[in-house]
């Protein structure tokens, strides 16, 4: 079987690896272009295309499949290709009824939730930010609605109350390849069972904002505990910006929402009278570091107000 794969980011990697390691064919990888990052503003390339070029794929990375000359070129390309099956996994891009049309098998997408729930960019994050128990990976049909295509296979997975999204990120990849073989080994076999999405389950995983990490201490613990881990959490000590990478759930206090109630632990006091504990921090100008070190250099008083 003869497959394209789409895909960019870290999170697509280990389904491009799965494909070639189960030794389908994969003559060609469509990937964003690369992009400027870091101070000096350096060409980086995605994470897709290393992978790619190392295992010798031909790596494609139009500005669209939409519209101009790159649409116009990529089409060429792939009709040249001919695949039975074009595999996409966080490419990035939405493709076009032609290339949706083209492979012999159609188009099939890997998405990190447990369809219809979380259809769109940002399912990781907001299953955290919402505080959801359980979550997975699904294969579906691709069409041109966003995520609306029937599922194919899903494996689901619990989330533990203290697993930020950078961790469940991680397992979802490699549970997204597992689901990714059997999926293209049922096309082989014959043995797909298509189902429709009930569209009135659906949820949509908008873009996250840089402004949704901003700590509201009047907000319940458990919130403020899930944007921590979610998207990340910054608040104001001192004037200065500290940002907060993990953290974990108190016990109650009496004390005023956004003080410290434990200077040797960095508890914090929430809206709903309990308390979250910051176990890993970055302080303005600094770097990241556990919290334990970050209060060897710098001491608090209970009652300290933080935001």
Do not use: W
């Amino acid at each position: 079987m003869k497959i394209v794969f789409m895909g960019t980011p870290d999170f697509s990697v280990p389904c491009l690896k799965a494909l070639t390691d189960n030794g389908y064919d994969v003559p060609a990888v469509f990937t964003q272009p690369d992009r400027p990052k870091g101070r000096g503003y350096k060409m980086i390339p995605p994470p897709v295309k290393v992978t790619a070029q190392e295992q010798g794929i031909e790596v494609y990375q139009p500005l669209s499949l939409r519209k101009g000359e790159d649409a116009e070129n990529a089409m060429e390309i792939l009709n040249k290709i001919s695949p039975d099956l074009i595999i996409v996994v966080a490419y990035g891009q939405i493709l076009p009824k032609e290339v949706l049309e083209l492979p012999k098998y159609g188009c099939i997408n890997i998405h990190a939730s447990l369809l219809p729930e979380y259809r769109g960019a940002a399912p990781i994050q907001r299953c955290i930010l919402d505080g959801k128990a359980k979550t997975g990976v699904t294969s579906m049909m691709m069409e041109e609605g966003l995520d609306t295509g029937d599922m194919l296979i899903a494996a689901e997975t619990d989330i533990d109350e203290n697993e930020t999204a950078s961790q469940l990120h991680d397992r979802l990849a490699v549970m997204g390849a597992e689901v990714l073989i059997q999926t293209v080994k049922a096309v082989e076999n014959g043995s797909l069972e298509p189902k429709k999405q009930d569209d009135s389950l659906s949820t949509y995983a908008k873009m996250i904002t840089k402004e949704m990490s901003a700590l509201d201490f009047n907000d319940t613990a458990e919130h403020i505990h899930n944007v921590i881990r979610g998207i990340t959490g910054f608040t104001m000590l001192d004037g200065k910006r500290l940002k907060i990478y993990r953290s974990r759930l108190g016990g109650e206090t009496q004390a005023e929402a956004g003080t410290v109630t434990d200077k040797d632990s960095f508890s914090v006091a929430c809206g709903d009278g309990k308390t979250v504990t910051f176990l890993e921090v970055q302080y303005e100008g600094g770097k990241r570091m556990s919290t334990d070190s970050f209060l060897r250099g710098r001491k608090l008083t209970v009652g300290q107000k933080l935001g």
